[in-house]
């Protein structure tokens, strides 16, 4: 594993640190009126979720760590546990549901997700950050309204509540952003 000083950490990083794979969530560089410079960074566990600042001056080694990607094919659930394929070589794996979080609902049959790997051991997956999905239910269009800063409350045929504009009515597929949970588009 390649080590880098403490100022070189960057979002997105992550590091061995006692003991544990962290992400580095944010990070900032401070420089004090009295004493050296330093990096304060927030890390995120990737095994438990638990979260530590840190704090690491430019003299202090760490060691950053690379984690493998995959792009693998969601093929169902069952029992809290999410079967991916690997495209290349069909094998599958299970994982925990927990890896995805709230995004949960936003994972369909078939699609592709990258899943990150340190050697065998799965720590997370990313779906795209842009999904079509179906409204179930919303207020219905009024004639004469137009794109404008109101939005309504509609359910998504996943189950999660979104806000669209007053002109998307039920039955419309829209692009939901799954990072901000919010409408990005007409589909």
């Known amino acids: 594993m ?15 640190h006692d003991g544990g794979l962290w992400a580095a969530v944010k990070v900032g560089h ?4 009295k004493g050296g410079a ?16 840190e704090r ?6 760490v060691d950053q760590v690379q984690l493998d990607m995959k792009d693998q094919q969601f093929l169902y659930e069952t029992d809290g546990k999410l079967v991916f394929m690997d495209s290349a070589t069909f094998e599958q794996t299970e994982l925990d549901a927990d890896l ?3 995004r949960r609902p936003f994972l369909t049959d078939g699609m592709t997700a990258a899943v990150q790997y340190y050697g065998d051991e799965a720590l997370a ?24 800063k109101s939005y309504k ?3 998504l045929d996943n189950g999660l509540r979104v806000m669209v504009p007053p002109f998307v009515g039920a ?16 589909a």
């Open 38 to 53: 330093f990096a304060q960074v927030e890390l995120k566990n990737l095994r438990d979720g638990r979260k530590l600042n």
């Open 100 to 102: 995805l979080g709230d």
């Open 56 to 61: 690491f001056r430019s003299e202090d080694r």
């Open 153 to 155: 409350p509609a359910i």
């Open 30 to 33: 401070v420089k004090p009126g």
């Open 2 to 16: 390649p080590k880098i000083n403490g100022n070189e950490i960057k979002p997105g990083f992550v590091l061995e």
């Open 171 to 186: 039955g419309e597929a829209i692009v939901v952003n799954t990072e901000l949970f919010e409408y990005s588009e007409r």
């Open 125 to 148: 997956v990313s779906i795209p950050q842009k999904v079509v999905c179906r409204v179930a239910e919303t207020e219905p269009v009024l004639n004469g309204q137009t794109a404008s």
